[in-house]
C-alpha cells in the first residue's frame, strides 16, 4: 500500500466515521418523531457518509481475512463498526411500502459486521443463521404443537447475560472515553476503548436481528392474505348458465312441451297457503275446539257402539249354552 494514498484518503475515514455516529447519536436521542423531516434527514447524510466510508475501506483493503486481530492497528479497528452503524442508520428510515427491504438491507449490513468480528475473534459469539434456514426453522416451529421450552429458556439465559455485558461494557467504556478522547491514553487503552465498542456493537446487532426477523416473519405473513385475494380477484368470474331446452328447436317446445315435467310455478309455502286459504288443510297442527252438536255427536255413536258390542256379547253366551263344547268337530272321529 503507497504512503501517498494512506496521506489522501485516511484521514478523510475519521472525519466520516465520526459525523455519521454524531448523526446516529442525535437521531436516537432526539425527541422529535423519527418520522419526521429533520431526523430523516440526518438519517439519510448518516447512510451516505458511511456508504462514501466503507467505499474507502474497500479500496484501501485495510482488513484480511489472513490476517489476526493483533496485526490490526489500533487506531483501525474503529472502521471495523462502518456495517453497524449502516445497519442501525437503516432502520431508522420510515418509508412503510418499503420497510421489508429497509429490514433485510439492515441485517446484511449487521451480518457483515459480525462476520468481520467473528473471523478476528474479537469475542466469542455464534453467528445468526441465513435468511433461508431461518425462515425454515421458523416454518418448523410453527408446524410443532408444542414449543421447545428448552430453547426458549437458554434464549431467555443468553438475553441474560448479553444484557449484563452490555452494561458492563459501557460502564468501562465511559471510564476510557475522556482519556481517549482527549489524547492523553496510551496505545493500550486506545485499543482497549475500541475493542469494548466492538464487543458492545456485537450485543446490539445480534439483539436487532432477532427483531428483525420477527418483524419480517410477521410483514410476510400479514401480504400473504392479500396475495391470495388478488389473485382469486383477477381471475374472470364465470358467465351464468343458461336455459337449454330439451327439443329441437322453439317451436316444438312451444307446442309439445320442453320434454319433462314442467318447472314449478309456486313455491311450497305459497302451495301451502294457498290450500289453507280454501280449508283444504288443517291449521299446522293446531286442533280447535269441538263445538257442542260435534260433542252431541260423538257421545250419541259412543252410546250406540257400546249397545252393539253388548248385544252381540249376549248372543254368544246364548249360542254356547245351546252348543256343546267340540260341537261340529268332526274331523279327528273314527
Keep these: 500500500m503507497a504512503a501517498s494514498e494512506d496521506d489522501l484518503l485516511l484521514p478523510r475515514l475519521p472525519e466520516l466515521l ?14 422529535e418523531p423519527t418520522g419526521s423531516r429533520i431526523i430523516q434527514d440526518k438519517v439519510f447524510k448518516g447512510l451516505n457518509l458511511l456508504e462514501k466510508a466503507a467505499g474507502m475501506l474497500s479500496e484501501l483493503d485495510l482488513f484480511s481475512r489472513n490476517e489476526d486481530l493483533e496485526e490490526i492497528a489500533s487506531t483501525d479497528l ?12 437503516t432502520l431508522k428510515q420510515v418509508n412503510s411500502s418499503k420497510r421489508l427491504d429497509h429490514l433485510q438491507q439492515a441485517r446484511e449490513h449487521f451480518i457483515n459486521f459480525l462476520t468481520q468480528c467473528h473471523c478476528y475473534h474479537v469475542a466469542e459469539f455464534q453467528l445468526p443463521q441465513s435468511k433461508n ?17 428448552v430453547a426458549m429458556a437458554s434464549q431467555r ?8 455485558q452490555k452494561k458492563e461494557l459501557e460502564h468501562r467504556l465511559s471510564a476510557l472515553k475522556s482519556a481517549v478522547e482527549s489524547g492523553q491514553a496510551d496505545d493500550e487503552r486506545v485499543r482497549e476503548y475500541h475493542l469494548l465498542h466492538l464487543r458492545r456493537w456485537i450485543g446490539i446487532c445480534l439483539e436487532e436481528i432477532e427483531s ?3 418483524e419480517i416473519k410477521i410483514l410476510k405473513e400479514r401480504d400473504s392474505p392479500r396475495e391470495e385475494s388478488t389473485s382469486h380477484s383477477s381471475l374472470p368470474e364465470k358467465p351464468p348458465m343458461k336455459p337449454f331446452i330439451l327439443t329441437r328447436n322453439k317451436a316444438q317446445a312451444k307446442v309439445f312441451g320442453a320434454g319433462y315435467p314442467s318447472l ?22 293446531i286442533a280447535k275446539p269441538p263445538s ?5 255427536d260423538e257421545e250419541q255413536k259412543d252410546d250406540e257402539g257400546e249397545e252393539k258390542t253388548l248385544h252381540r256379547q249376549r248372543e254368544w253366551d246364548d249360542w254356547k249354552d245351546t252348543h256343546p263344547r267340540g260341537y261340529g268337530n268332526r274331523q279327528n272321529m273314527g
Design 157 to 164: 439465559q443468553a438475553k441474560i447475560e448479553r444484557y449484563k
Design 292 to 296: 257442542a252438536q260435534q260433542q252431541e
Design 212 to 214: 428483525i426477523d420477527q
Design 18 to 31: 465520526e459525523t455519521s455516529k454524531k448523526l446516529l447519536e442525535e437521531v436516537e436521542e432526539a425527541t
Design 78 to 89: 474503529k472502521y471495523l463498526m462502518v456495517p453497524a452503524l449502516q445497519g442501525a442508520l
Design 133 to 149: 434456514n431461518s425462515a425454515e426453522n421458523n416454518t418448523a416451529s410453527s408446524s410443532m404443537a408444542y414449543p421447545n421450552l
Design 264 to 285: 314449478a310455478t309456486m313455491t311450497v309455502s305459497d302451495w301451502y297457503d294457498q290450500h289453507q286459504k280454501y280449508g283444504a288443510l288443517p291449521d299446522r297442527g
